[in-house]
C-alpha cells in the first residue's frame, strides 16, 4: 500500500491530518468571496466582531436625548440671544428681514416703551401688546393701527388714574415724548380729585351739606402740558367724574371747578390741530359755557363740539350761538341740557346766517313751541343743515305748522326726528301735506307723537320713495365718474 504524499513541512497530508493555519486562513477568505472574488454582503459575528454589540464597548452620552439631528443652527441661536438681550441690546434694523420677523414674535411684550417706542413699527409685535393687556381690542376705531391704539389707551389709562398732588408727575412726562407722534385720539372717561384729608364736621352741618352737594372744591388733571406734546392730536373727549365709585360717593368727586374750566380752556384753545371736542356728563352751567366758548370763537380747526348732558341755560346757549357764527364748527350736540326758548331763539338766529353747521342735536331740552318755531323758521332761510334733532321737547301741533312749511321749501335737510313731541293728529296731517311736495328728505322720526297711523303710514311711503330715488342719483353719479 503507497503512503500518501508528504507535505511541504514534511507533514503528511492525508486524510486525518491537520491543515495548516495558512491553508486554513486562505480557506475562509475563499468562502467570504463570491464566485467573482467580491466580498459577500453577510457576514457573521465571528467574521466582524463589530456587528455583535455585546462584544463593543457601549458609550452613553450625558443627554440621552441628545443626538446631532437637533443641533440648533447657528442663527436661530442668535436669535435666540438677541432675544433674550433685547431689552439692553435692542438689535432689530441690522438683521435681514427673514430674521428680523424671527425676532418680532419672539420678544417679551413687558419690554419698556422707551426701548420699543421708535424703534418697532410692526403690527404684528403692537398687536401681541394690545391684545396681552386688553380683553376687548378694536382696532377699527383706531385707524387700523395697533401701534396707535396702544399708546392711546395707555396715555388714558395713566391720566384717568393719577390723583393730582400724590401721583409724580413724572409718570406722564415720561411717557409723553414716546407717545406724541402716535396720538390722535384720546378719550377720557373719569378723573379723580386729589385726596384731601377730612375734616370734623357736626352731624347735622355734613348731613345737609351731602345732601346740597357743598364740599371744598377740588381741581383735577392739568391737560396743557399734555397738549404740548402732542402734535398729531385731532379728536379730545373727557368727563370729570369718577367711575365706578360706588359706597365711596360724594359729590366732589364730579365737581368741575371753575380753574379746571379755565385750564381746559386754554389746553384747547393752544390745540391747533384739535378738530373734534367733547364735554359730557361734568356739569357745565352757562358760566362755565361761556368762558369756554369765549377761547374757541376764533379756533382754527374745530369743527365737532359736544357739550351734551351739561346743565346748559339759555345763556350758555346764547354763547353757542355765537360761537355757530364765529368758527367753522360742522356738528354741535346739546342734547340734555336746560335750553328754553329765549336759548333756542339765540340759535336759530345764528342758524339762519350760519352756511357751514350741518349737524345740529337739541333734544332733551325745554324748547317749547316758541323755542320750536323759532328753530324751524331758521331752516327757512339755512341752506346747509342737513341733520336736525328737536326730540322731547315739549313741542306740540304749531311746530309741526312751520315744519310743514320748512319741508315744503327746504331742500337741504335730510333727516329730521320730532320723537316724544305730542304733535297730534293735526300736526301729522300737516307734516304729511309738507312731506308730500318734498323728495329730500331721507329720514323723519315720529315715534310718539300722536300724529296718527294714517300720516305716519303716508309720510313713511313717501320716504321710502325718496331713499330709493336717493339711491339711484347715486349710482348714476357713479356710472358718470366711471366713464369719465
Keep these: 500500500m503507497a503512503e500518501p504524499p508528504l507535505a511541504q513541512n514534511g507533514s503528511k497530508s492525508g486524510p486525518g491530518s491537520v491543515k495548516s493555519g495558512k491553508s486554513k486562513g486562505g480557506s475562509a477568505r475563499s468562502k467570504s468571496k463570491g464566485k467573482d472574488g467580491v466580498p459577500s454582503p453577510v457576514t457573521t459575528a465571528k467574521d466582524n466582531p463589530s456587528a455583535d454589540p455585546r462584544t463593543m464597548r457601549r458609550i452613553i452620552a450625558e443627554d440621552p436625548e441628545w443626538s446631532l439631528a437637533t443641533v440648533p443652527l447657528l442663527t436661530d441661536l442668535c436669535i435666540v440671544h438677541i432675544v433674550n438681550n433685547f431689552e439692553h441690546n435692542p438689535l432689530l434694523d441690522e438683521l435681514k428681514p427673514k430674521h428680523r420677523a424671527k425676532v418680532l414674535e419672539k420678544i417679551s411684550t413687558n419690554i419698556p416703551l422707551k426701548v420699543t417706542a421708535h424703534l418697532i413699527s410692526d403690527e404684528g409685535y403692537w398687536q401681541r401688546c394690545c391684545k396681552a393687556r386688553w380683553d376687548i381690542c378694536d382696532v377699527s376705531h383706531y385707524g387700523g393701527s395697533w401701534k396707535r391704539m396702544y399708546f392711546e389707551r395707555n396715555l388714558e389709562h395713566i391720566i384717568e388714574h393719577f390723583v393730582p ?7 406722564v412726562t415720561d411717557v409723553l415724548p414716546l407717545s406724541g407722534e402716535y396720538i390722535k385720539r384720546l378719550n377720557i372717561k373719569q378723573l379723580l380729585p386729589p385726596i384731601k384729608e377730612e375734616t370734623k364736621k357736626d352731624d347735622d352741618t355734613s348731613e345737609t351739606g351731602s345732601e346740597l352737594g357743598d364740599g371744598p372744591e377740588v381741581d383735577h388733571f392739568e391737560f396743557g402740558p399734555v397738549f404740548e406734546k402732542l402734535p398729531h392730536l385731532e379728536e379730545f373727549g373727557v ?13 366732589n368727586l364730579f365737581q368741575f371747578t371753575t380753574r379746571d374750566c379755565l385750564l381746559i380752556s386754554k389746553a384747547v ?20 359755557v361761556r368762558v369756554l366758548i369765549s377761547h374757541l370763537l376764533d379756533h382754527p380747526s374745530l369743527t365737532e363740539l359736544d357739550l351734551s348732558h351739561n346743565m346748559i341755560g339759555d345763556s350758555g346757549a346764547r354763547a353757542a350761538g355765537k360761537l355757530i357764527n364765529r368758527s367753522r364748527v360742522v356738528k354741535m350736540n346739546l342734547c340734555d341740557n336746560k335750553i328754553g326758548a329765549p336759548g333756542a331763539l339765540a340759535i336759530g338766529h345764528a342758524v339762519s346766517k350760519n352756511t357751514t353747521l350741518k349737524c345740529l342735536d337739541l333734544r332733551l331740552n325745554r324748547l317749547g313751541d316758541d323755542g320750536g318755531q323759532a328753530i324751524c323758521k331758521a331752516l327757512l332761510k339755512n341752506s346747509t343743515l342737513t341733520d336736525l334733532n328737536i326730540g322731547s321737547n315739549n313741542m306740540t301741533e304749531p311746530t309741526a305748522s ?6 315744503t321749501t327746504n331742500t337741504t335737510i335730510r333727516t329730521i326726528n320730532l320723537s316724544c ?5 293735526d300736526g301729522g296731517k300737516q307734516l304729511q301735506e309738507g312731506m308730500e311736495e318734498n323728495s329730500t328728505v331721507l329720514e323723519m322720526d315720529l315715534r310718539l307723537t300722536e300724529a296718527g297711523q294714517e300720516s305716519e303710514y303716508c309720510i313713511n311711503q313717501i320716504l321710502k320713495k325718496n331713499r330709493e330715488d336717493d339711491r339711484q342719483l347715486r349710482l348714476q353719479n357713479e356710472k358718470n365718474k366711471q366713464s369719465s
Design 421 to 425: 313731541n305730542r304733535v297730534g293728529p
Design 239 to 251: 368727563t370729570y367724574g369718577v367711575k365706578d365709585c360706588g359706597m365711596n360717593f360724594e359729590w
Design 402 to 407: 312751520i315744519l310743514s312749511q320748512v319741508l
Design 269 to 288: 384753545k393752544s390745540c391747533k390741530t384739535l378738530q373734534k371736542f367733547h364735554l359730557c356728563r361734568s356739569k357745565v352751567d352757562d358760566d362755565k
Design 165 to 171: 398732588e400724590r401721583t409724580n408727575m413724572d409718570v
